[in-house]
């Protein structure tokens, strides 16, 4: 998409100022969203909250623009925010192994460490041909100095997802 390069460029060029007039001029809900999603990728998070705040009353999935919210509150080492975000889409049975994950990651962020590997273990029960919240689950047991915990984990993970290379070094790295 032309419109997303040229966004992306101004990022890259440093000329935040342009990108954001760029994104002043966007119409309808669909190219606000994209718009927010580049800009929470370039690490303009105030524009990604200003843009998907313009829409959130009349974006059709309300269920995305929270989600969307809530990653950017993440990116933005604003974790407590995004797990009151979190709390309400989940609360909503918006219910996703990736809202799980991520409200984990907040917990792990924020020190609950506990209440992290719950949420992560929500997310592989709710997703468990999903790789990557096993994946996760190791990392963040390794993040915690839980090396026995996180080996358990590794090695259902190799037995679940024999042909997976991220698996097999995430496991080698445990051992």
Known sequence: NTFARVLRTYYHLEQKEKARATLEQLAGPQAVFLGAQIADEMHDFETARNLLASIRSTYPDQGKIESTLALVAYHSGQFAECENILQ???????????????????????GKNAEAVESLKQAIH????????????????????????ALEVAKQATVKFPNSVAVYESRGSVE
């Open 88 to 110: 309400s889409l989940l609360a909503s049975a918006n219910q996703t192994a990736s809202t799980l994950n991520l409200r984990g990651w907040c917990y792990h962020k924020q």
């Open 126 to 149: 709710l997703a468990p041909t999903d790789e990557v919240n096993y994946l996760d689950l190791t990392r963040m047991l390794i993040e915690q100095g839980s090396l026995p915990r």
